[in-house]
Antibody, heavy 119, light 106 residues
């Protein structure tokens, strides 16, 4: 079945960077965008950006434009999200989620989440 | 930037109908999706494109939109429906989530 599997828990110090992976399987990779969303303690879901399946383009949320980089490797059906200059308020669970290409507006499958702790 | 607003919490008795609202400027002109998130779990899609279930079939979760408000309705609410619920829309190639509503089944 279709699934997204993310890399494991990360702990970083303030000012460092973190790179999380999201590997897709069980579906045609090129038919879905991959988004990154986080949930910090005591907060709701927050969108970080979208990655095209080809890995050729990404659009980032305004709040993260200068700190986030999304890349992709279609050959391994894996997408990466790197967040730099980490602060304590970046402590959160980070999720990848897929969104059908075309006019679809929803996320139907989510990764299991990656805990990032900045301390 | 575009914002959508949800009530922080909603309470409902078992077996009753729960309604959760999501408001934003001209929200009725956009497609709205709804997600359920339980503690320690990933979000799960419960309604897409305003009113469709994840598989295109309706179950106890349904959605409507009108004007500036989208509404998620849960019929015959059960204890297992206790969770945080989020609305989501697109605005100018970016994704927006509401702040989330905690549903308590008393």
């Amino acid at each position: 079945q279709a699934q997204l599997v993310q890399s494991g828990t990360e702990v970083r110090k303030p000012g460092a960077s973190v790179k999380i992976s999201c590997r897709a399987s069980g579906y045609l990779f090129r038919d879905f965008f991959i988004h990154w969303v986080r949930r910090a303690p005591g907060h709701g879901l927050e969108w970080l950006g979208i990655m095209s399946p080809s890995g050729a383009s990404a659009t980032y949320a305004q709040n993260f434009q200068d700190r986030v980089t999304m890349t992709g490797d279609p050959s391994s059906t894996t997408v990466y999200m790197e967040l730099s200059d980490l602060r304590s308020d970046d402590t959160a669970v980070y999720f990848c989620a897929r969104n059908p290409t075309g006019d679809a507006t929803w996320f139907d499958i989510w990764g299991q989440g990656t805990q990032v702790t900045v301390s | 930037s575009y914002e959508v607003t949800q009530p922080p919490s909603v309470s409902v008795s078992p077996g009753q109908t729960a309604t959760i609202t999501c408001s934003g400027d001209k929200l009725g002109e956009k497609y709205v999706s709804w997600y359920q998130q339980k503690p320690g779990q990933s979000p799960a899609l419960v309604v897409r494109e305003d009113s469709k279930g994840p598989s295109g079939l309706r179950d106890r979760f349904s959605g409507t939109t009108s004007g500036n408000t989208a509404t998620l309705t849960i019929s015959g609410t059960q204890a297992m429906d206790e969770a945080d619920y989020y609305c989501q829309a697109w605005d100018k190639r970016t994704v927006v989530f509401g702040g989330g509503t905690t549903l308590t089944v008393l």
